[in-house]
């Protein structure tokens, strides 16, 4: 990590934070690790921040942020690499991860020069004859961005771009797990231009965490994490507005009369991508009666080809979690499933941080596997007889991101899309699939705002109503 993208932290406490690759346990790199007692040095750089970034015109904002594109592109392998190296995902995951940022920055770019509002028709409405105006967007002010690690370069892009976009500045606060793509892509914002304030990067643990969402001059918390540390945000937050992506427990429905070979490669590549440590990830695999045992023996087949190691070789498609502890949660949960009566299908392998492809079946509705997030490359299967039941099935859960559905008869196909609570459904995708410019969020609880870079631009301004009133 350059010198000059640790050096934009303030340094008020001597502890680091150390970057351990997932896969072999090397240190990548190291980054101050702050607590509470950074805040007022971090909020007194905020707020000059939320100066400088009011001050940016449309075009200039537009212009760092294609600039920004452009540098991550110069340096994408580089860029591809540090997600390799400190978030464990393979090499060819880490580069589409990479064009989806700069694809990311793009879309923020052009959002700062369209959306600045519009004409209010005044003379529409009885009484207002003599009025007329308009409404503009204006920035929120400072906006505290806390990140994941399982996308640790476009998911803070998502933050960072939109926000930028409208005017804000921020305090990022990326994982600690993984920091390090974070503080790069800030240092490429600030290359492009960005005034040195706009962007505060925070790293460090919970307590820092805790604090910044306490301080009463953020306008609005951006978090992508777990449900309970969004339910302990929400509660210590105050009136701010908030916008949350807490995870899933996506289903996917297979129908008889699906393409069964491009069935089964997409919800492979659904259920396993990124080691499965992914929110629209498919988890629960409900497939027609009539076509199960065909799709199940197709699906072990392909789950076991798959290559797990190092994610540095280009040939590796699964490599390590985030951590050998979160190998081995998995691996717990799934053997408490075991022992509750599931069959094992392939899987349920673990070498420090890497856990090999896991397919079960038999499962009980009442185990963890099925009624919470795994968030690991483990995947069930089970066969349903009638779509009634399988709809039932697929929204029995309490929060809801991504739905899969495959069918070639498009009439059950938009019947089965309007049933299916969920923030999307991709009908013959996986629940994995994700454009950067549509709205992303989840259904029922847990459901604040929406990602996707319009949307969050939006969810990051507010309108401001000018009305003239022509009396003469």
């Known amino acids: 990590m350059s010198v000059a993208s640790i050096a934009s932290i303030p340094r008020v406490e001597t502890r680091q934070i150390d970057v351990f690759s997932p896969f072999d346990g090397r240190l990548v790199g190291s980054v101050p690790c702050l607590d509470a007692s950074a805040v007022p040095a971090l909020l007194e750089r905020a707020r000059i921040g939320v100066l400088e970034s009011a001050a940016l015109p449309r075009h200039l904002r537009a212009s760092i942020l294609e600039e920004a594109a452009r540098r991550v592109a110069l340096e994408s392998e580089a860029f591809a690499r540090l997600i390799v190296a400190e978030a464990g995902k393979t090499l060819r995951q880490a580069e589409k991860e990479v064009k989806r940022c700069i ?3 793009k879309l923020s770019a052009e959002e700062a020069r369209r959306n600045a509002g519009e004409v209010i028709p005044f003379d529409a409405y009885e009484g207002s004859e003599s009025r007329q105006g ?15 690690y399982n996308d640790p370069l476009n998911l803070v892009a998502h933050k960072l771009g939109p926000a930028i976009a409208g005017g804000n500045a921020l305090i990022l606060k990326p994982s600690e797990l993984a920091p390090l793509s974070a503080l790069k892509l800030v240092e490429c914002l600030l290359q492009a231009g960005l005034p040195p304030n706009v962007v505060t990067p925070a790293t460090g643990g919970v307590e820092l965490g805790r604090a910044l969402v306490a301080i009463r001059e953020v306008r609005m918390i951006s978090f992508t994490g777990g449900f309970a540390t969004g339910e302990a945000i929400a509660h210590s937050a105050g009136l701010k507005k908030l916008a949350m992506d807490l995870g899933g427990n996506a289903p996917v429905l297979v129908l008889e009369d699906c393409d069964l070979e491009s069935t089964v490669e997409s919800c492979v590549s659904g259920a396993f991508w990124a080691a499965g440590q992914n929110c629209i990830g498919t988890q629960r695999i409900l497939v027609q009666r009539s076509l199960y045992e065909d799709f199940r023996d197709r699906f072990v087949c392909q789950a076991r080809a798959l290559v797990v190691g190092d994610p540095d070789l280009r040939a590796t498609d699964v490599g390590p979690m985030i951590s050998e502890q979160a190998a081995r949660n998995t691996e717990h949960w799934v053997n408490e499933a075991l022992g509750e009566g599931a069959t094992l299908l392939c899987g349920n392998h673990r070498q ?39 709809v039932a ?16 008869d498009i009439a059950k196909a938009l019947k089965l899309a309007r049933q299916i609570e969920a923030g999307g459904v991709m009908i013959n995708d996986s629940s994995d699939y994700r454009f950067d410019a549509m709205p992303f969020g989840g259904f029922k609880y847990g459901s604040l705002g929406r990602e996707g870079v319009r949307f969050a631009y939006e969810d990051m301004t507010q309108p401001k109503v000018v009305c003239i009133n022509d009396v003469g």
């Open 134 to 148: 308009w409404f503009t967007r204006e920035p929120l002010g400072l906006i505290v961005a806390i990140t994941p």
């Open 352 to 390: 420090g941080a890497s856990y090999a492809p896991t397919v079960l079946e038999d499962v009980r509705h009442s185990s963890k596997v099925w009624q919470q997030e795994v968030f690991a490359p483990v995947v069930i299967l089970e066969p349903f007889d009638h779509l009634d039941d399988a």
């Open 393 to 408: 099935l697929a929204n029995a859960t309490e929060y809801s991101l991504h739905a899969g559905l495959f069918t070639q």
């Open 103 to 105: 694809n990311t920055l």
